[in-house]
């Protein structure tokens, strides 16, 4: 248990740098050791000779960064591997259209209104999912529709959009290239990630 006194302001505030230090320590660095991180801290608050020179430091950088990136290049492998088969096999399936561009949709529900074109701007309800079906976006679940420009949202969308007529309800099923590409979107979507919206064409409001 620490004898630390951290009533003061200036414990409390020291010991908030060192908890911000260590969470991020621990989020880029698996292998990340807290006693030799504590001697490194300690020599370098105190003035003490460096224990380890910058080289070896640099060095150990550089084979952790790689490490780093290794973990990365197989995480983004299996997550457009996993992208690829889904579609592949959901590309088989009755009632399922596949575009030139890769789209994959499923009509739920055909409108007989107007069809929205590039500069339209439109007002939808959709539910956005992962493949493992996490939802990860819905403007059902806010009770509220939302509006935009068809030509302003990922590709997959304003290919779809350009297609339904309103009153239409579709299931889209988006590939990677088609929605947030080699770098996902936030902490939700990864690199790689196909996608699956369910999307209700409500209105063009212009």
């Given at each position: 248990?620490?004898?630390?006194?951290?009533?003061?302001?200036?414990?409390?505030?020291?010991?908030?740098?060192?908890?911000q230090m260590?969470?991020?320590?621990?989020?880029?660095?698996?292998?990340?050791?807290?006693?030799?991180?504590?001697?490194?801290?300690?020599?370098?608050?105190?003035?003490?000779?460096?224990?380890?020179?910058?080289?070896?430091?640099?060095?150990?950088?550089?084979?952790?960064?790689?490490?780093?990136?290794?973990?990365?290049?197989?995480?983004?492998?299996?997550?457009?591997?996993?992208?690829?088969?889904?579609?592949?096999?959901?590309?088989?399936?009755?009632?399922?259209?596949?575009?030139?561009?890769?789209?994959?949709?499923?009509?739920?529900?055909?409108?007989?209104?107007?069809?929205?074109?590039?500069?339209?701007?439109?007002?939808?309800?959709?539910?956005?999912?992962?493949?493992?079906?996490?939802?990860?976006?819905?403007?059902?679940?806010?009770?509220?529709?939302t509006e935009?420009?068809?030509?302003?949202?990922?590709?997959?969308?304003?290919?779809?959009?350009?297609?339904?007529?309103?009153?239409?309800?579709?299931?889209?099923?988006?590939?990677?290239?088609?929605?947030?590409?080699?770098?996902?979107?936030?902490?939700?979507?990864?690199?790689?990630?196909?996608?699956?919206?369910?999307?209700?064409?409500?209105?063009?409001?212009?």
């Open positions: 248990m620490s004898t630390i006194d951290f009533s003061s302001s200036a414990a409390k505030a020291s010991y908030g740098i060192g908890l260590g969470q991020q320590l621990k989020k880029v660095f698996n292998g990340v050791t807290l006693q030799a991180a504590l001697a490194g801290i300690e020599d370098a608050f105190n003035g003490n000779e460096e224990r380890v020179g910058h080289e070896d430091v640099n060095a150990a950088f550089e084979i952790i960064q790689q490490q780093i990136q290794a973990e990365e290049a197989e995480k983004t492998t299996k997550l457009a591997s996993e992208g690829a088969a889904f579609l592949a096999e959901n590309a088989t399936r009755e009632g399922i259209v596949v575009t030139d561009s890769g789209l994959q949709y499923q009509v739920l529900q055909q409108g007989d209104g107007a069809v929205p074109t590039a500069r339209s701007v439109v007002r939808t309800h959709y539910r956005g999912t992962l493949l493992d079906g996490t939802e990860f976006d819905s403007s059902y679940r806010r009770n509220e529709p935009f420009p068809v030509g302003g949202v990922i590709a997959g969308w304003t290919e779809a959009l350009q297609k339904m007529p309103v009153g239409s309800k579709w299931k889209l099923f988006i590939p990677h290239n088609l929605a947030y590409g080699e770098r996902g979107a936030g902490g939700d979507i990864g690199p790689y990630q196909a996608l699956i919206f369910e999307i209700e064409l409500l209105d063009i409001v212009r």
